[in-house]
């Protein structure tokens, strides 16, 4: 689960920031960065995962720790390759609201560009990111079970549901429970996480009749 969170806030930090300068700045940046978007959007996402992981983990466990090394290396890949549907969003949204009437009045009072988006959108443009972030928290925690479970996750002696199912596959025939607690144990996160997803989607819901 802490890894599902750890990445989920990797991803709307790189989501909300090129988001956000493809909304602010337009023209030629904003092409350069949604050329980015689709470019990682086109990447097999799973098999550059297993390259990435299997290429770097050996190095970085060697410099920062078995453990650490392990979940930093999963955290940024995770985290790198699930920013992008952030970051379309975020740039759809400050489309939207650089236009309203508050940021109007707030450029015609001379507040810079920095501020109307400080003050004015970013605020104004959170609440889809929050529901989307925990769509990536689900996300997330499926890739890291599906990394564990092909042996490219954690360690053995570092508890993961997905190294759970790893070495449960070797006991179907006499331990098949292993298997159904792990796998339920991810069933039950994921569906949880989206639930608190679609919950805070109606709350934030501006449209919502009260």
Known sequence: MSVGI????VAVFVGVFIGAVAGTARGSIDMALMWLCDLFLSLP???VLLLIV??????????????LGTFVLIVAVIGGFRWMSIARLVRAQFFSLREKEFVEAA???????LRQVVRHILPNALGPVIVAGTIEVANAIILESTLSFL???FPPDIPSWG???YDAKDYLDVAPHWALFAGGAIFV??????YIGDGLRDALDPRRVI
Not at 6 to 9: F, I, V, Y
Not at 54 to 67: D, N, P, S, T
Not at 189 to 194: D, K, L, P, S
């Open 189 to 194: 996160a994921v569906m949880a996480i989206n």
């Open 151 to 153: 042996g490219l996750g």
């Open 107 to 113: 450029r015609a009072l001379g507040a810079s560009t």
């Open 45 to 47: 996402q799973l098999p």
């Open 54 to 67: 299997y290429l770097f983990q050996g190095a970085l466990r060697k410099l920062v720790g078995l453990e």
């Open 6 to 9: 750890a990445a989920m806030l």
């Open 163 to 165: 190294r759970i199912l």
